[in-house]
């Protein structure tokens, strides 16, 4: 029975292995290993994100922490009242979630932000085992291939729930799942996603889990 989350060796996918060993070298004071999940163990609300990004949540070892995608982030998660504290970039800024947990799809830094489907596959068992445990009320994906991973992982029909920026999907048991465009800075630089979008979508899950 695989464990919740996976060890800091993980030895599953050679290539992200390589990846990580690789940077281990180049970069020694780097966190370079599978990122644990972060935030309220109890929380009713998980955000799914793709994997880690190589000088953000690779290097600092918390999800989100680090480069650019984190600021909008928990920028937006603190004014719907789902994180307090600042938000510095480093792990030991004091920020605390409320309510809320983040993962990745993928625990691992992969090469140019792209996990393959066999990695996604592989990892997903972990995944799937805290979502069992966790039994969040609300999910909120950060992209397409976070929102594909995470309806394979509950088991749900992709086809049945398809991806849309603001979109939402009743799954079973009453849990919705609210779907947004990654909060990257490609995205958001590009105008893919502004601050109004996203604060819409987090706006709306927040609400739906009782912590807006
Ligand atoms: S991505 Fe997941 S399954 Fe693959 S090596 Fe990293 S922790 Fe292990």
Known sequence: MPSTQPPRDCPLCPRLVAFREEAQRLHPDWYNN???YWG???ARLIIIGLAPGLKGANRTGRPFTGDYAGD???ATLRKMGLATGEYSQSPDDGLELKNTLIANAVACVPPENKPTNDEQKTCRQ???KRLAE???KAYLALGRIAHDS???SLGEKRSAHPFGHGAEHELGGGVRLFDS???SRYNTNTGVLTTA?????VGRAATFVGSK
């Open 150 to 152: 995470l309806l394979v």
């Open 126 to 128: 972990f995944l799937i």
């Open 40 to 42: 309220d163990p109890d």
């Open 134 to 136: 966790q039994q969040p």
């Open 197 to 201: 979008m996203f604060e819409d979508v």
């Open 34 to 36: 599978p990122v644990p």
């Open 72 to 74: 909008l982030l928990y």
């Open 181 to 183: 465009y990654h909060c």
